[in-house]
C-alpha cells in the first residue's frame, strides 16, 4: 500500500480524490459526493492499515516484546509520561534543594489545611 500525506493510513487515490474535492469545491454537490467518498475509503484505509499493524503486533509479542510496545506506542500515539510532579515555591519557581524541598512541602501541606478548614 503506498501512502504518503499526514497518516500513515492514506492512500495516494485518497489524496487524489481531496485534490477533487478542492476542484469541485464551487459544485456543492459533487463537492459533498467526492467528501462522502473520501470519508468511506479512509476509514477502509485506515481498517485496513490498523488490521495490519495488529497482525504485526501479534507476530512479534513473543519474539521482540520491546518492539510491540514501540509499535503500539505508534499506533495509538502514546508516549510514555516520564514527568514527574514538582514542588514550586510561593513565587512559583521549582524547588530543587533537599532543605528548601521540604519547606515548599510544608508550605503546601499548611496551605491545603487552611483550605480544608475554611470549606
Do not use: F
Not at 510496545?69 to 505508534?74: L, S, W
Request: proline residues 2%; hydrophobic residues 25%.
Amino acid at each position: 500500500m503506498n501512502t504518503t500525506g499526514k497518516r500513515k493510513w492514506m492512500t495516494e487515490e485518497i489524496l487524489e480524490l481531496m485534490e477533487k474535492r478542492r476542484l469541485a469545491k464551487p459544485n456543492k454537490v459533487r463537492h459533498k459526493e467526492i467528501n462522502k467518498e473520501i470519508k468511506r475509503k479512509c476509514d477502509q484505509a485506515k481498517e485496513k492499515w490498523l488490521n495490519e499493524q495488529c497482525e504485526e503486533i501479534e507476530k512479534e509479542l513473543y519474539k521482540e516484546p520491546k518492539a510491540m510496545y514501540k509499535r503500539t506506542q505508534e499506533i495509538t500515539g502514546r508516549k510514555a509520561n516520564s514527568k514527574s510532579g514538582c514542588i514550586k515555591s510561593k513565587d512559583g519557581s521549582i524547588i530543587k534543594k533537599t532543605r528548601n524541598l521540604t519547606e515548599g512541602r510544608n508550605t503546601s501541606v499548611n496551605c491545603l489545611m487552611m483550605i480544608e478548614i475554611k470549606i
